[in-house]
């Protein structure tokens, strides 16, 4: 049974930071890759980063580009999102998500079907 579960999300006022954790549990982690989507109200589910298993590749939703890192400790079965200048618009619900697929690669997907385990995940409210 593979389970994540996020934690670190909050309120907080634009230009500030949040620091989202993913802790993996189970037959998963440190041989795939892992990213973070999110959902504003209304809107689909949509990519904001991801990296790949050995953390050497990271890749960004152009909204995110230059705010936003991705990172994990493998041996903490832990991925991180460190968020700063956040916007209103960073606003939504933040999904931890692991592909079960063994790649040792650059590889990591950039798309929500590429990923097969989701975290229950956390809010993040930027007020303006």
């Known amino acids: 049974q593979v389970q994540l579960v996020e934690s670190g999300g909050g309120l907080v006022q634009a230009g500030g930071s949040l620091r989202l954790s993913c802790a993996a549990s189970g037959r998963i982690f440190s041989s795939n890759a892992m990213g973070w989507f999110r959902r504003a109200p209304g809107k689909e589910r949509e990519f904001v980063a991801a990296i790949n298993w050995s953390g050497g590749s990271t890749y960004f939703a152009d909204s995110v580009k230059g705010r936003f890192t991705i990172s994990r400790d493998n041996a903490k079965n832990t991925v991180y999102l460190q968020m700063n200048s956040l916007k209103p618009e960073d606003t939504a619900v933040y999904y931890c998500?692991?592909?079960?697929?063994?790649?040792?690669?650059?590889?990591?997907?950039?798309?929500?079907?590429?990923?097969?385990?989701w975290g229950q995940g956390t809010q993040v409210t930027v007020s303006s």
């Open positions: 998500a692991a592909d079960r697929r063994v790649m040792h690669s650059d590889y990591a997907g950039l798309t929500r079907y590429e990923y097969h385990y």
